[in-house]
């Protein structure tokens, strides 16, 4: 089968091989967990605790105050400590619920479901769905149950499950596809429950060989399931540049990929997806890569929401030689941290820990007009003239440049010979546009 890619993109080095291997476990928290009320885009979750409440595994512990908004459920029985700001990667402080765990995790009644998947009509698939406050999570967070309710659904004609996991290191997709390939195309089966004109697409990098033989292995029967063989570039697990190499149908800013007929979900979505709707389970539980040259024990944990990154550290054998660098996220869009007493949210798929800063050991220089930003650019723009005008703060300019096409993906930066921060200069000014565009 042809390998399906897109235009642009790097070959990073890959550094899977540390954690590949690595069979998935269970990780048990400590004492402390933090819940933060903002674990994906839109409004924060409103908090239906309060301090000294004792709560059980599986309760809500905040709702969704608005249509794009997501509730959060409590993953161990405890205590309610506090509610107060927490840092989270990046720097940022989040109003966070605090819970005392009691070590007994002392479960809410749930509410399986054993019986024939047609017997379930639409709304009530989607409201099992945001009950459980499920998110994209694949980096985005965007609420799952607004994602299956687009304004036309019987438009929606290919539901695509990101299985590319492109970024360096990251491992957790991949034991995901092994481990739970059974439940991975159960969640398929529900979503494509909802749109009835769609088909269903398993986008794997010809990487993954394993992933691609049990994947194809688990579909047989399926017909309106199949496996596509991505070639291995980055950023090929990109929403735009995933839909492009399965589709090529081409989306843009403006645009959502439901208005070409597309709805993305990452592997970790699915599974969930799945476990909301027959195990009646809400989102509690993340699959996290442990990873990097500094790392003692490179490993995959299935942790508890909550949990302290420095525990899934720890748990890995610790560092075997102090780390320059931290990145919580993938090597490429990950963010650096110098602190890894920060919560393991929805959208947290690795720790990172490097032995050497290969960014801040090279300092930026002049750029030369190679043009090697705007060959690997997968949005098609220049990226040194959308920097050049964000770096002069003229708005105008950065957007006549495209420079909202930009996808953050940093393969500008990764490419550049003089080391400018071409990427961490767009998004900035990215950020800026669309505040003016909210106030408008």
């Known amino acids: 089968m042809a390998k399906l890619t897109f235009k642009g993109g790097v070959h990073p080095y890959e550094g899977k091989e540390l954690s ?10 400590g004492k402390t967990l933090v819940f933060p009320l903002s674990q994906h885009i839109g409004a924060p979750a409103t908090p239906v605790v309060k301090k000294g409440d004792r709560v059980l595994r599986g309760q809500k512990l905040a709702e969704a105050s608005g249509f794009v908004s997501a509730n959060i459920h409590s993953s161990v029985s405890g205590t309610v400590k506090m509610i107060e700001p927490r840092l989270m990667a990046g720097g940022s402080k989040v109003d966070s619920i605090v819970i005392e765990n009691d070590g007994q995790y002392e479960e809410i ?20 769905i945001k009950e459980a406050g499920i998110v994209g999570m694949g980096g985005a967070g965007f609420p799952t ?14 539901i695509i499950a990101n299985c590319s996991e492109c970024e360096p290191y990251l491992t957790s997709d991949y034991r995901r596809m092994l481990e739970m390939t059974e439940q991975l195309v159960a969640g398929m089966r529900i979503v494509l429950q909802l749109f009835p004109k769609a088909r269903g697409v398993f986008g794997v990098e010809d990487n993954k060989p394993e992933a691609i033989r049990l994947l194809s292995e688990c579909i047989q029967g399926e017909e309106r399931m199949e496996v596509a063989t991505l070639k291995t570039k980055y950023p090929q697990g990109g929403e735009r540049t995933l839909i492009y190499a399965v589709t090529k149908r081409q989306v843009n800013s403006s645009m959502l990929p439901a208005d070409v007929g597309c709805i993305v979900h990452n592997v970790d979505t699915l599974i969930s997806i799945w476990r ?31 949990m302290m990154a420095s525990e899934l550290v720890e748990a890995a054998g610790g560092f075997k030689e102090e780390p320059e660098k931290i990145i919580i996220g993938g090597a490429m869009m990950g963010r650096a941290t110098a602190t890894l007493e920060i919560p393991v949210h929805k959208t947290f798929s690795s720790v990172l820990a490097l032995t050497k800063d290969a ?26 003239k959308a920097a050049v005008a964000a770096a002069h703060n003229d708005k105008e300019a950065f957007v006549r440049f495209h420079g909202m096409e ?7 930066s990764y490419i550049c010979p003089a080391k400018r921060h071409l990427t961490h200069t767009i ?12 106030k408008k």
């Open 276 to 306: 909301a709707v027959y195990e009646g389970k809400p989102l509690m539980e993340g699959m996290v890569t442990v990873t990097g040259d500094a790392v003692a024990g490179p490993a995959n944990f299935r942790v508890h929401l909550g």
């Open 427 to 438: 998004a900035a000014m990215r950020k800026q546009v669309l505040a003016d565009r909210r």
């Open 20 to 29: 590949e291997a690595a069979l998935s476990r269970d990780l048990q928290p």
């Open 145 to 158: 149950h607004v994602k299956l309710s687009p304004k036309e659904p019987d438009s929606i004609d290919t």
């Open 109 to 128: 009644a749930y509410h399986p479901f054993d019986g024939e998947l047609s017997s379930l009509g639409r709304e009530e698939i989607i409201d099992k």
């Open 359 to 384: 960014v801040s050991a090279n300092e930026p220089g002049n750029c030369i007009r190679c043009g090697r930003c705007a060959t690997v650019c997968p949005g098609r723009i220049i990226p040194q």
């Open 406 to 412: 930009c996808c953050e993906c940093g393969c500008c």
